[in-house]
T-cell receptor, first 116, second 115 residues
Framework: GAVVSQHPSRVICKSGTSVKIECRSLDFQATTMFWYRQFPKQSLMLMATSNEGSKATYEQGVEKDKFLINHASLTLSTLTVTSAHPEDSSFYIC????????????FGPGTRLLVL | AQSVAQPEDQVNVAEGNPLTVKCTYSVSGNPYLFWYVQYPNRGLQFLLKYITGDNLVKGSYGFEAEFNKSQTSFHLKKPSALVSDSALYFCAVRARISGNTPLVFGKGTRLSVIA
C-alpha cells in the first residue's frame, strides 16, 4: 500500500513551546490530509481535514489557533501545536488520501508528544 | 450521520482457531467500509476495504470481511489466528458522497491470540 511518513516519531518539549509535526505522502499525491489525536486505549479523534492550498476544516472543539495546520503541497502537511501545555500530550496521527472514489486513507506511524 | 459500532472491546482466541471481530455501521446510502489494524505505539495499517462488487473481501495477512447490507455489518474474519495477529482493530465507514468526508471509526476491538 501507499506510504505516509510522519516526523518526528517522538518529541518531548517544555510547556509554552511550539512543536511542528510533518506528514508526507511518499508515493502518491494526497489531495486531502487528516489529523487525528488518540488518547490511551481510545479510538482516533478527528481534529481537522485539509486540502492542498486551502484552509483546514476543524472539528468542533478543536482550537484552530492552537493547532495550526498547513497543507502546502500535495505531499506535505504540517501540524503545529502552539504554546503546548501538558494536556496537549497525546499521540498524533496524520492520514492522507487521493481523489478517486473509494480511495483508501493511509496513515502515518504517529507522533508521541509529551509536554512537561 | 455516520457511525460505526464495534460491540466487543476485547476478543480472545486460541492460536489456530478462527477469529471474528464484529462491526456494524450506519450511513446514508451505500458505504465504503474499511478495516485497519494498530500495533502498540504505531499508526494504523490498512487491512482491506469494501467498495463495490463481491461482498466477500480478502485483505492482508489472510484476513477477510463480508459486507452484509441487510444487517449493515462488515465483520472481520480469519480462518486460523496467529499470536502475531494480537493488536487493536478498527472498523471505519465513509459515505459515498463527494467532498472531503473523513473516515468515521469504531472504538476499536483488542484482539488477543493465545498460544
Amino acid at each position: 500500500g501507499a506510504v505516509v511518513s510522519q516526523h518526528p516519531s517522538r518529541v518531548i518539549c517544555k510547556s509554552g513551546t511550539s512543536v511542528k509535526i510533518e506528514c508526507r505522502s511518499l508515493d502518491f499525491q494526497a489531495t486531502t490530509m487528516f489529523w487525528y489525536r488518540q488518547f490511551p486505549k481510545q479510538s482516533l479523534m478527528l481534529m481537522a481535514t485539509s486540502n492542498e492550498g486551502s484552509k483546514a476544516t476543524y472539528e468542533q472543539g478543536v482550537e484552530k489557533d492552537k493547532f495550526l495546520i498547513n497543507h502546502a503541497s500535495l505531499t506535505l502537511s504540517t501540524l503545529t501545536v502552539t504554546s503546548a501545555h501538558p494536556e496537549d500530550s497525546s499521540f498524533y496521527i496524520c492520514s492522507a488520501r487521493g481523489t478517486s472514489p473509494g480511495e483508501t486513507q493511509y496513515f502515518g506511524p504517529g507522533t508521541r508528544l509529551l509536554v512537561l | 450521520a455516520q457511525s460505526v459500532a464495534q460491540p466487543e472491546d476485547q476478543v480472545n482466541v486460541a492460536e489456530g482457531n478462527p477469529l471474528t471481530v464484529k462491526c456494524t455501521y450506519s450511513v446514508s446510502g451505500n458505504p465504503y467500509l474499511f478495516w485497519y489494524v494498530q500495533y502498540p505505539n504505531r499508526g494504523l495499517q490498512f487491512l482491506l476495504k469494501y467498495i463495490t462488487g463481491d461482498n466477500l473481501v480478502k485483505g492482508s495477512y489472510g484476513f477477510e470481511a463480508e459486507f452484509n447490507k441487510s444487517q449493515t455489518s462488515f465483520h472481520l474474519k480469519k480462518p486460523s489466528a496467529l499470536v502475531s495477529d494480537s493488536a487493536l482493530y478498527f472498523c471505519a465507514v465513509r459515505a459515498r458522497i463527494s467532498g472531503n468526508t473523513p473516515l468515521v471509526f469504531g472504538k476499536g476491538t483488542r484482539l488477543s491470540v493465545i498460544a
